[in-house]
């Protein structure tokens, strides 16, 4: 974080109340964690429901912060050598400051949201930007009220692109960080049943989902999947610029039915020699409609895409001894499992060996897709089963009595892991898939 905010700035733009004796201070990088302050940074003392940072002034003062943002009725002490910025949320007064310094950068911006495929699809489209000019997007999963803003804060004079990745659990979250990043292009990769505990139903998604498109910059453009049949409404509903992307005839980038990556946009015909899944196609497919939308030229985009490189523990592939691996262990909802399993269910390296954990934040509807998940264990032909979690044992329950499926269960992996051991040694394919939380990715680095 390279900024260049006053301390007078940083009240102005916060909308706080001074206290300083050195307001033209220069300010260079925010920080929210007390441990990682370091001597002329400013202090964001963030007030949630469990930790209240303003305990933490005295430290942040005594290590050299220049500046603490607060929010207003901090009774402790306030050395007069100290600046402060007094508001009344801090929250707020990130993300002010991080809308601020977004509008006063000239580069463009793209923001990427959806229930699926929405890292994969930033990734691709980082790297087709990187290639057209220097380029800034948010790291790992900093794509919240809180991330986001500190990915905004990373813009330097010298980027030309801006992706940043944008998600949600509650009605609203996506207008909260999409009005932050202003995007010149908003995409929407799919609408799925993920974080149902908060949504209740795919039709809250869709609502907020789309709210990303009423932060578009006036003039930008919205890139969505016409596949969806969510999405698809946006044909109608949707009245600004648009590009539309999806194997549908009536898609505006049509993915083409091809083992290589192939598509048509605006009468031509794009050919890439590489081959994709077919989710992967259209999460390549958005990312090629969002840089067309940027203004980025066709040869970019095939340097960029051919240059991708897939996130770890995103279906990523890994061979160990004679075993193949398919690693998908940062997360999982409905929709992401059948598509795992699917492509367990493809490989011809045998036995198809399924390790799966819960999927997390499904609510009242929770059971039913845990249940569902025993015939896509089915179709994907797998022997061996590996179940773990709460949520699984919907799952287990369908599949004990099956003849020929060689099945266990635990609360934990380590109720079978020694069995999984033994299992992998004979070769084939698994798949290791759960929510994060799970913590899967132990399980293979202990097998």
């Known amino acids: 974080m390279k900024l260049n905010f006053t301390i007078e700035q940083i009240a102005k733009i916060?909308?706080?109340?001074?206290?300083?004796?050195?307001?033209?201070?220069?300010?260079?990088?925010?920080?929210?964690?007390?441990?990682?302050?370091?001597a002329g940074d400013g202090f964001i003392a963030l007030k949630g429901e469990r930790l209240?940072?303003?305990?933490?002034?005295?430290?942040?003062?005594?290590?050299?912060?220049?500046v603490v943002i607060a929010q207003e009725g901090y009774t402790g002490k306030t050395p007069a050598s100290a600046s402060f910025v007094w508001v009344k949320d801090a929250k707020k007064a990130l993300?002010?400051?991080?809308?601020?310094?977004?509008?006063?950068?000239?580069?463009?911006?793209?923001?990427?949201?959806?229930?699926n495929g929405k890292s994969t699809t930033k990734q691709m489209l980082r790297s087709i930007c990187s290639v057209a000019g220097t380029t800034v997007a948010n790291m790992g999963n900093?794509?919240?009220?809180?991330?986001?803003?500190?990915?905004?804060?990373?813009?330097?004079?010298?980027?030309?692109?801006?992706?940043?990745e944008l998600g949600a659990s509650h009605k609203g979250d996506i207008e909260e960080t999409a009005s932050l990043a202003v995007p010149d292009v908003a995409v929407i990769t799919n609408v799925g049943p993920s974080h149902l505990e908060f949504f209740h139903d795919l039709e809250t998604v869709y609502q907020t989902k789309i709210e990303i498109a009423k932060c578009l910059k006036k003039g930008g453009t919205l890139v969505y999947n016409s596949d969806n049949e969510y999405l698809a409404r946006l044909d109608k509903e949707f009245t600004g610029n648009s590009i539309s992307f999806g194997f549908s005839p009536n898609a505006k980038?049509?993915?083409?039915?091809?083992?290589?990556?192939?598509?048509?946009?605006?009468?031509?015909?794009?050919?890439?020699?590489?081959?994709?899944?077919?989710?992967?196609?259209?999460?390549?497919?958005?990312?090629?409609?969002a840089a067309f939308a940027l203004g980025i030229g066709a040869d970019a985009i095939k340097q960029g895409l051919l240059s991708f490189t897939p996130?770890?523990?995103?279906?990523?592939?890994?061979?160990?001894?004679?075993?193949?691996?398919?690693?998908?262990?940062?997360?999982?909802?409905?929709?992401?499992?059948?598509?795992?399993?699917?492509?367990?269910?493809?490989?011809?390296q045998?036995?198809?060996?399924?390790?799966?954990?819960?999927?997390k934040e499904l609510g009242k509807t929770s059971k039913e897709y845990h249940r569902q998940v025993a015939r896509q264990?089915?179709?994907?032909?797998?022997?061996?089963?590996?179940?773990?979690?709460?949520?699984?044992?919907?799952?287990?329950?369908?599949?004990?009595?099956?003849?020929?499926?060689?099945?266990?269960?635990?609360?934990?992996?380590?109720?079978?892991?020694?069995?999984?051991?033994?299992?992998?040694?004979?070769?084939?394919?698994?798949?290791?898939?759960?929510?994060?939380?799970?913590?899967?990715?132990?399980?293979?680095k202990e097998i």
């Open 14 to 38: 916060t909308g706080g109340t001074l206290q300083s004796n050195a307001p033209q201070t220069k300010i260079t990088a925010f920080v929210t964690d007390s441990r990682a302050v370091s």
């Open 52 to 66: 209240d940072a303003r305990q933490f002034i005295p430290d942040v003062l005594e290590k050299g912060a220049a």
């Open 95 to 115: 993300q002010a400051l991080a809308k601020y310094h977004r509008m006063h950068s000239p580069l463009k911006v793209a923001a990427i949201t959806g229930s």
């Open 142 to 164: 900093l794509n919240n009220q809180f991330g986001v803003p500190f990915s905004l804060l990373e813009i330097q004079p010298k980027h030309q692109y801006g992706v940043f």
């Open 253 to 289: 980038l049509r993915v083409l039915e091809t083992e290589k990556f192939a598509f048509t946009y605006n009468g031509q015909a794009y050919l890439l020699d590489m081959v994709l899944e077919k989710h992967d196609k259209l999460n390549a497919a958005a990312a090629c409609a």
């Open 311 to 348: 996130m770890p523990m995103r279906l990523e592939r890994v061979t160990k001894g004679n075993t193949h691996y398919i690693l998908d262990c940062y997360n999982a909802n409905p929709a992401s499992m059948q598509n795992a399993l699917e492509i367990l269910g493809r490989s011809p």
């Open 350 to 359: 045998l036995p198809h060996i399924a390790v799966l954990g819960d999927m």
């Open 377 to 444: 264990i089915l179709d994907a032909h797998a022997t061996y089963v590996f179940l773990a979690g709460p949520e699984m044992k919907y799952c287990y329950e369908r599949l004990e009595d099956v003849t020929g499926l060689y099945i266990w269960y635990g609360q934990t992996p380590d109720e079978w892991t020694a069995d999984l051991k033994k299992v992998v040694q004979k070769g084939g394919t698994c798949l290791i898939k759960a929510s994060h939380s799970m913590n899967f990715e132990n399980v293979f």
